[in-house]
């Protein structure tokens, strides 16, 4: 193994990891309010990143705010009235189709989000295509962080490497090389989090949520209209949805294939525990870690190197293999609750 490598990739995926538990931090939300796990988070993540494309392009606020120099002003409206969007889609999909399922068995509820979840594609197709689009760039490509490493790559150059950000590069050391997009889409994820840490923590609406969340009954007899909290839940999920598709969209590029980056959101959440917000968090940045190792090239591994070829191959699925070796071990996740009940 390359392990003068593993700070790089280790530090690529952790940074790949801050998207997945901001969406994972969306699909706990749905469920702790309402006990739905669902299923359409990855359209909502593909509209709202649509969305703001289209509303940055020429055919919309290009029109008004035209040119290079007004751009930064163009993708702010984009990104506001995205999130706008959003927002009412949540209401929307609360409304009209989860509403009425209130009371109806657990599997029909699940078939409908997987419903919503094929609606809302096809309308993502009729509406804007299917052909693959370049996402207004937020962040440069051509100049990305570099950290030195106290870590010498000969020994010679021990005595010379020193950690810092940036500068020039010092030969012999081991350099991480940061891209901007990874750096800062980890940085508004957190900052994301950190905001609805908040939010539930100290606000009216926030201190609501988690009442219903613990029982709908008991918040329903103090006096909390719970239909109004399902509505604030979904409204909350639409924008966290759109902010990681922004996010995740900026650093991969926008295609329809960008609803199934929440594939990796799911592991996350279950790795975390399905009811634990710290837990959502940390399993999408483990998730994001493990696939940043398994990248990590491995041409000595004792099956050849096309056994490494395939483990390097097998991002997509690696979440789903550390899912199943907690799970194992910890089948409710490694913060999740162990409920008991009474008979």
Known sequence: MNWQLLPQFAITGLLGGGPIALLALGLVLIYKSSEIFNFAHGQML????????????DQALGRIFPGEEQFALRIALAIVLALLTSIILGLVIERIALRPMTGQPLLSIILMTLALSQVLQGLTI??????????????????????????????????????????????????????????????????????????FQYTR???????????????????????????????????IATIGGILIATASGLSLGLSVVVLAAFPAVLLGGLESIPGAVIGGLIIGLFQGLVALPNNDFFLGQEAAQAIRNAKEIAPYIILLIVLIVRPDGLFGQKRIERI
């Not at 593909?46 to 392009?57: E, H, R």
């Not at 949520?209 to 239909?227: F, L």
């Open 46 to 57: 593909l509209i709202g990143a649509m969305a703001t494309w289209w509303f940055s392009s």
């Open 126 to 199: 009729i509406t804007f295509g299917t052909t693959q689009r370049n996402f207004p760039v937020l962040f440069s490509t051509s100049d990305p962080y570099r950290i030195t490493l106290p870590l010498a790559q000969t020994a010679g150059a021990a005595a010379d490497c020193t950690f810092a950000l940036g500068g020039d590069l010092q030969p012999g050391c081991l350099i991480v090389i940061i891209r901007q997009d990874l750096f800062w889409s980890f940085v508004i994820a957190m900052v994301c989090v950190v905001l609805l840490y908040a939010f």
């Open 205 to 239: 609406t926030g201190l609501s949520m988690r009442a219903t969340a613990e029982d709908h009954e008991t918040a329903q007899a103090v006096g909390i209209r719970i239909n109004r909290v399902f509505g604030f839940s979904w409204a909350i999920a639409g924008i």
